[in-house]
C-alpha cells in the first residue's frame, strides 16, 4: 500500500516530449562564439577544463574571446508559459551557470560537489531576488536552497527536471497569480516543491513578468555543457461541460450492476462528486454529462479513486479497474470536433478506507482538466518519515531491498557519518546502490504491519552491478558470472574494524572456492566517494586464473591514468595500479567491463567517485 501512496513523490513518465535537437544552434537568438555543438565533453588531468571531441548532440559554452560577457547569454527561440523541462548538464571544476525560465526565474548550475549544506546560490538553488535598496548585505532575498545535495563531481552529467507554472495576467495586462514551480529534481532527488515566485531572481532579463519567453542559459561565468533536452508546454484546454445527471444505488455490486435496479437518489449537478453520498460501502454512483470539444484529437482520461470505477465515452469504455487514489488509471479515446457523452461509475465494497474520486481529461501540450469536482478526489493522507541516520558511527540496517524489479530477501545497508552509503546483498557479495546525503528511508519497514518491508536510499544515488566481485575465468576474454550458489560463494557474517578514519565499519567475509576473503568499503579522505578493499587469503589451484570486476556500464572510458568514467559519465571508478597488474577494458555480453587480473596478488582496491 505504502509503495504505491509514495507514487506521487517521484516524476510521472509517458507524457508526449518535444526534444530540442543539438545538430547545430539554429533553435538559439544568436548564439555568440563560445557556444558549440560538439560529439562529447570530458574532462581529464585538468578538473577546471573540458576536452571536446567532434560531432553533434552536445551544446557546448567555452571561452573563446578575451572574456566571458553578458553577450554569451543564450536564448532559445522557443517561447514558453507553463513548461516542463528535462535536461543534462555537465560543468567543469569550479564553474557556474544557470537556467532561467522565461529568461527571469534561475534554477542555478555550479559546481557545489561536496559542499554539505547548499545555499540558495547553489546547484539546483532557486537563485534569490535582489534589492540593493534593502541595504548592504540585505540585497538578496526570497531565494531558495536545495532541500539537499543533488550535485555530481565535476565532468559528470547531472539530469534535471522542472516544472515551471507561469504568471497569468488578465486583459490588462494585470498580474493575476504568480509564476510558481511545481517541482525540481536533480539527479532524482526532488530539491524543490511548490515554491510561488514572488518576482523575478537576480539577472534576470527584465524585471518586468510576462506570460510567455524564451527560456535563456547562462554563459558569462564559465564552462558548461549541455544535452538531451525535452519539453512539454501546456495551454488552457478549451473543452466545456454541461451540468452533470446523477443516480445513487444502495446495496451489493457486482460488475457495476446493483441488486437494487431502482436507484435511491438522483439530481443534477454542477459537477460529479462522490461526496453527494456519505455511505462508505456497497454502493453504486452513475454520472451522466456531456462536454464538448473544438479539436479532434487523441485525448487521454485519467481516473484516481477508491476501489472500482469506470470512465465511459461515446458508449466505449475507456479507463476500468481497482485502484487506490495514488495510482493514475489512464486510457485515450480519439474524439472529434464538437460534442460527447461520458459516464462514470464507482463502486467500493469495503468501509474502512475514504470515498475519493478524481476524473481528470488531457490532451498532449494542454493542462490536465477535472471533470470532478475538486473535493472528490480527497487529499493524500500524510505518511510519517521514519529515517535511520547515522551518528558518529556507521549506522547498519538489514532489510529487504528493491533492486530493480527484484526484492532482496538478504540485504544489508550502511550508512557513514560522512554521508556516504551503500547497500549490499548478503547472498552475492556485490553493491547494490551506492549513495551520497542521507542515508535511509525506513517507513515502509516500521509503519503499521510494516509491508512491503523494503528500505530506499535517501540521497544521490548510483546502482551496481549486485555481483561478487572476483570469480575464475579461463581467460580475460571469459564471461563473469552472473550469480554465484551458496556451494561457490558461502557467507561468514561480518565485523565491525576499529579503524584510524573511526569505528564500526563491517568487514564482510566469504568463503569462495578456497579462498577465504574479506571485503571491505570506506569513505575516501574527502568524502568524494567510497573505497573498497578486497583482501583473499588460499591457495588458487593450478591452471586457475582469478580476477577481479572493477566496474560494469553501459560504456567506459578511460579519461585520466586509471581513472574511468562509467556510463556515459555518470560515475567514476578509479583503480588503484599495481606494480605488475594493469587493468582491462573489455565488452562482454553487450556491457563493457573493467577488469583485473589478479595473479601474484592477494588483495585489490578500487574508489568510486560521484
Known amino acids: 500500500m505504502l509503495k504505491k501512496l509514495l507514487f506521487l513523490l517521484f516524476p510521472l513518465a509517458g ?5 530540442i535537437p543539438l545538430n547545430d544552434l539554429s533553435v538559439f537568438n544568436n548564439p555568440s562564439a563560445n557556444w558549440t555543438i560538439e560529439g562529447g ?12 571531441t567532434t560531432g553533434k548532440g552536445v551544446l557546448v559554452c567555452t571561452l573563446r574571446g578575451a572574456k566571458y560577457q553578458l553577450t554569451d547569454d543564450l536564448f532559445s527561440k522557443l517561447e514558453h508559459g507553463d513548461l516542463k523541462m528535462s535536461f543534462d548538464f555537465m560543468i567543469p571544476k569550479g564553474s557556474n551557470s544557470g537556467f ?60 534535471i527536471e522542472i516544472d515551471f507554472k507561469a504568471p497569468t495576467f488578465d486583459a490588462s495586462g494585470k498580474k493575476l497569480t504568480n509564476a510558481r514551480i511545481n517541482s525540481v529534481y536533480l539527479n532524482g532527488l526532488l530539491v524543490h ?77 454542477p459537477q460529479p462528486t462522490q461526496k453527494v453520498i456519505s455511505k462508505k460501502r456497497d454502493f453504486l454512483l452513475k454520472f451522466d454529462g456531456k462536454f464538448t470539444t473544438k479539436v479532434a484529437d487523441n485525448y487521454t482520461f485519467i481516473g484516481q479513486w477508491e476501489a ?74 500524510p505518511v510519517p518519515l521514519i529515517d535511520v541516520q547515522p551518528s558518529d558511527v556507521p549506522a547498519i540496517q538489514r532489510s529487504f531491498i528493491m533492486y530493480g524489479d527484484k526484492k532482496i530477501t538478504h540485504g544489508i545497508n550502511v ?20 549513495w551520497r546525503g542521507k542515508f535511509l ?21 548510483i546502482n551496481a552491478n549486485d555481483k561478487f566481485p572476483l570469480a575464475y575465468l579461463t581467460s580475460a576474454d571469459a564471461d563473469f558470472p552472473e550469480n554465484l550458489t551458496k556451494e561457490d560463494l558461502f557467507y561468514k557474517g561480518y565485523k565491525l574494524e576499529k579503524l584510524a578514519i573511526g569505528n564500526g565499519y563491517p568487514t564482510f567475509n566469504y568463503d569462495y572456492k578456497g579462498l577465504k576473503v574479506k571485503d571491505s568499503t570506506t569513505p575516501l579522505d574527502k568524502a568524494e566517494g567510497l573505497s573498497r578493499h578486497l583482501t583473499f587469503e588460499g591457495e ?69 567517485i560521484f
Not at 200 to 216: H, I, L
Not at 563 to 586: G, S
Open 193 to 269: 516543491e511548490n515554491v510561488e515566485l514572488l518576482g523575478v531572481t537576480r539577472g534576470a532579463v527584465s524585471q518586468q513578468e510576462v506570460a510567455k519567453a524564451p527560456f535563456r542559459i547562462q554563459g558569462d561565468h564559465g564552462a558548461v555543457a549541455f544535452k538531451n533536452f525535452s519539453y512539454e508546454i501546456f495551454e488552457k484546454s478549451d473543452i466545456s461541460f454541461t451540468p452533470v445527471k446523477y443516480e445513487y444505488y444502495d446495496g451489493v455490486v457486482t460488475n457495476f450492476k446493483p441488486a437494487n435496479s431502482t436507484p435511491t437518489a438522483t439530481g443534477t449537478l
Open 41 to 52: 565533453v570530458t574532462i581529464g588531468t585538468n578538473p577546471s577544463a573540458f576536452a571536446t
Open 540 to 608: 588458487i589451484a593450478a591452471g586457475k586464473q582469478l580476477y577481479a570486476l572493477i566496474a560494469e556500464g553501459t560504456s567506459i572510458a578511460e579519461i585520466a591514468p586509471n581513472r574511468y568514467a562509467i556510463d556515459n559519465q555518470n560515475y567514476y571508478v578509479e583503480v588503484v595500479p599495481t606494480a605488475t597488474n594493469k587493468a582491462i577494458v573489455r565488452e562482454s555480453k553487450g556491457k563493457k567491463q573493467i577488469l583485473m587480473p589478479l595473479a601474484g596478488l592477494k588483495e585489490v582496491s578500487y574508489n568510486i
Open 308 to 381: 472500482m470505477g469506470a470512465i465511459i465515452v461515446d458508449n466505449d469504455t475507456v479507463v476500468t479497474g481497482w485502484h487506490l487514489p495514488a495510482e493514475y488509471a489512464k486510457g485515450k479515446k480519439k474524439l472529434s470536433a464538437g460534442e460527447h457523452s461520458y459516464t462514470i461509475l464507482y463502486t467500493k465494497d469495503y468501509h474502512w478506507r475514504p470515498n475519493s474520486l478524481g476524473i481528470f481529461i488531457q490532451k498532449d501540450s494542454w493542462e490536465k482538466q477535472a471533470i470532478t469536482e475538486r473535493t472528490s478526489l480527497l487529499d493524500m493522507i
Open 15 to 19: 507524457m508526449a516530449q518535444n526534444q
Open 441 to 461: 528511508n525506513a517507513t515502509d519497514m516500521w509503519l503499521d504491519r510494516g509491508e512491503p518491508q523494503t528500505s530506499a536510499p535517501m540521497g544521490l544515488t
Open 100 to 159: 532561467y525560465l522565461q529568461g527571469r526565474y534561475e534554477v542555478q548550475i555550479l559546481d557545489s560537489w561536496l559542499k554539505k549544506y547548499p545555499n540558495d546560490s547553489d546547484c539546483g538553488a532557486i537563485y534569490h531576488r535582489w534589492d540593493e535598496t534593502r541595504g548592504k548585505g540585505n540585497e538578496g532575498y526570497q531565494g531558495h536552497p536545495p532541500r539537499q545535495n543533488a550535485s555530481k563531481a565535476p565532468g559528470l552529467w547531472n539530469h
Open 415 to 434: 550508512g557513514m557519518p560522512s554521508g556516504l552509503n551503500f547497500s549490499y546483498d548478503l547472498n552475492q557479495g556485490g553493491f547494490l546502490q551506492l
